[in-house]
């Protein structure tokens, strides 16, 4: 597998961000989070009715740069990359952490460097089938997952419609400081996650078992997607495992903003 980069380039807000926002105050909770990144990556297949053509990226790529232009103005660096030697199928039946680390601009999502003050980095790779893969890298220290899904299901929609961004999507609020005011905190090297500790798992859920994981989320969320009804799972099973190993019940806060 071959990755050529095409472009680099820094995706600034449609418009100016207003006198009394350009200076956000972390909140206690993201005071001492960890810096590092909330990957992931979602893709795309080919529309039956599409050639995959260099023209076709291009379209996709300004349509997606547009759109995130859009919604920064409401919630910064873009990496476009076209990859060669590879299918969509392939990543997706056979993934390989090495296949998908250059999904990740700059490899991000593993970086322990504490000088690196990128906020959020996307990379858009084509593939020879025409289909096309998403990498986006948050920095932890102004999102959680919660609000990381929040951001990209705006940008998908303005993608989507093609429109500006006020007729899709509300303003969020950000209002965490408020809510758990920061500390003077004394200076002290901030924990990070070791690579060498962690462990990569792929579960596979056929449409029947996610089928039935909606139904049982739709008890409690009205039309939950299949994204929300997997997450859920996974995350419940995660917190009942980390539960019957410590012999306690933990509270993990959630910096939501919405």
Known sequence: MEVEIISRETIKPFTSTSPH???YNLSFLEQVNPRTYVPVVYFYPKEASETPDFLAGVDKSNQL????SETLAKYYPFAEARI???????????PKDEVLDLLFTDNLQWNEDSNINVLLAVQVSFLDCGGMAVGICMSHKIADTSTMINFINDWAAV???NKKCD????????????VFPRCDLPLSPEAMIEKSNCVTKRFVFDATKIAALKAIVAEKLQNPTRVEAVTAFIHSR???ALRSTS???QTQPLSSRR
């Open 21 to 23: 926002n350009r200076t």
């Open 65 to 68: 740069k547009k759109s995130l």
């Open 84 to 94: 060669k030697n590879i299918e969509l199928s392939e990543i997706l039946e056979h």
């Open 159 to 161: 993608a989507r419609n």
């Open 167 to 178: 007729q899709y999507v509300p303003s969020p609020e950000f209002i965490s400081a408020t």
């Open 238 to 240: 995660a917190i009942s």
């Open 247 to 249: 012999g306690s019940s």
